[in-house]
């Protein structure tokens, strides 16, 4: 049988209250009932139902002041508006507001089954994917964020925090590290999920195609703008815009975007309307945006707006506890893909999994990992399988690697081989463990891994 829906109907008109009851019940859900738009609310607020059927015009507050509210209470909740004949006007500007739909009373009641049904598995559908949701991440997965490094589990900590808030979050790091995959977690984990959620790469575009790509713009705005169109920011509405590359905004867009997210309204290219939007913005870049900044490429008011949460992202080489997992993860999956009964890796090859430096990061092991298993003739993965060409400390052409670059990859190697141990670390290394601290504070690590013991 399918799952009941919790369901609340709200009319001052006990007649439609109590046929709106008798016929949900009937479907088989728990309905709940409230004869004022107070009374409403406060059931939205402790129940959280996933339907509110509301009447249009009640004393007090009405079904449009209902619905404001509920939406910052409870976005999840769905409203059906009930109107009579002639507030139609009232009721479709209740759908702009964001009601899902209206139905006409007297009640047909075959199209208000039908509306009410669609609605009815619509939500259905969602709390089936949440209770989904919460199954995986009972097992130890989070939104295919894999995580065992102790920074990679403070990065799921952050967007389980983030994602419940509207805040701007800024996602750095260099590429291949994860990026999107976090933006789309924080999407997928807020109440924005069953919105949707649109990327736009900021470096895929020529300023003027990006302009209209982000703004939409009139028919006839420029040459070959043949007709109207909506920008991302529109078709984000109430979900999130994933802004990619953020490092590679004209200054013409930044200026823009600077006004969207403080006035939250913009006009399309070629237009005059203001158009409001609710849209998440999360943005990312693999850029250093504080030089950009200094050397006068990026605003500094924009990357205050954009920041307002920040999520560092750190290179595959400095949580090299994340790779064995990682591995296997991949390895799972390409194996299925291609259907090939590889099941593990050498040990060399996990041992050259280890200590390679990934410059392209996780994406660079994924590659590696897809490739292995196509070439694989075996049911482990060999170390000959795996990328030939740049082993450790070769991912920099000798030549222009400088010393403290070299420098820096061997404390690390040194710290990583001492499992984190700064002691036994410094004493491999000849040097006191005050010079250890200093020289990795001086290698611009934000924080240091945690200290196995101290003695
Ligand atoms: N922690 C992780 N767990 C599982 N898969 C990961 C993880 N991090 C990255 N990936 C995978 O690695 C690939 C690259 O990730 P993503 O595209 O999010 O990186 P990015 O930082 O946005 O890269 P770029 O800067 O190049 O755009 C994707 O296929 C993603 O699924
Ligand atoms: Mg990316």
């Known amino acids: ?56 015009v009640m004393p007090g507050m009405d079904g449009i002041a209902l619905l404001k509210q509920a939406k910052e209470v409870c976005p999840e909740t769905e409203i059906i508006i009930i109107t009579a004949y002639g507030t139609i006007p009232t009721a479709i500007s209740a759908v702009r507001e964001g009601a899902y739909d209206y139905i006409e009373k007297p009640f047909c009641p075959e199209k208000a089954e039908i509306l009410i049904e669609k609605l009815v598995e619509r939500q259905r559908l969602v709390e089936e ?16 964020i894999i995580a065992r490094s102790s920074k990679m589990r403070q990065v799921v900590e952050v967007i ?38 649109v990327a736009v790469s900021c470096a895929a575009l020529p300023e003027s195609l990006l302009e209209s790509e982000l703004f939409g713009h009139e028919k006839g705005a420029f ?34 975007m600077l006004r969207v997210l403080e006035e939250r309204e913009f006009t399309r290219v070629g237009g005059n309307d203001l158009i409001k939007v609710d849209v998440r913005v999360i943005s990312a870049t693999n850029k250093d945006i504080k030089a950009a900044i200094a050397a006068g490429q990026f605003r500094e008011d924009l990357f205050y707006r954009l920041n307002v949460v920040s999520i560092d992202l750190p ?22 893909e291609n259907q090939k009964e590889v099941r593990d890796f050498t040990p060399e090859a996990m041992d ?15 590659n590696a990992i897809e490739r292995a298993v196509i070439l694989s003739t075996d049911s482990c993965i060999q170390r000959c399988e795996l990328p030939q060409d740049r082993r450790v400390g070769e991912s920099w052409p000798r030549q222009t690697q400088s010393l403290r670059e070299m420098e820096r990859q061997h ?42 013991s101290v003695e």
């Open 1 to 56: 049988m399918k799952s009941p829906l919790k369901i609340l109907v709200v009319d001052d008109e006990p007649i439609v209250r109590e046929s709106l009851r008798d016929w949900l019940e009937n479907a088989g859900h728990r309905v709940l009932v409230a004869d004022n738009g107070m009374r409403a609310l406060e059931l939205i607020r402790q129940e959280e139902p996933r339907v509110a059927i509301v009447d249009l």
């Open 129 to 144: 994917n949440i209770s989904l949701h919460h199954m995986l991440q009972e097992r130890g997965q989070f939104e295919n």
């Open 160 to 197: 389980k925090v983030v994602a419940k808030s509207n805040a701007t979050v800024l996602i750095t790091g260099p590429s291949g590290t994860g990026k999107e995959l976090v933006a789309r977690a924080i999407h997928a984990q807020s109440r924005r999920r069953t919105r949707p959620f």
């Open 223 to 256: 040459t070959g703008a043949h007709s109207q169109r909506r920008g991302k920011f529109e078709v984000a509405h109430r979900g999130t815009l994933f802004l990619d590359e953020i490092g590679e905004m004209s200054a013409n867009i930044q200026i823009h």
């Open 315 to 336: 290179p595959l080489c400095e949580r090299r506890e994340d790779i064995p997992i990682l591995a296997h993860h991949f390895l799972k999956r390409f194996a299925l």
């Open 352 to 366: 050259f999994m280890m200590s390679y430096d990934w410059p392209g990061n996780v994406r660079e092991l994924e």
């Open 411 to 452: 404390v690390f190697n040194v710290l990583s081989q001492c499992e984190c141990n700064y002691s036994k670390a410094a004493r491999t290394l000849g040097i006191s463990r005050a010079t250890l601290y200093n020289k990795i504070k001086s290698y611009g690590q934000p924080e240091r891994p945690a200290e196995k």
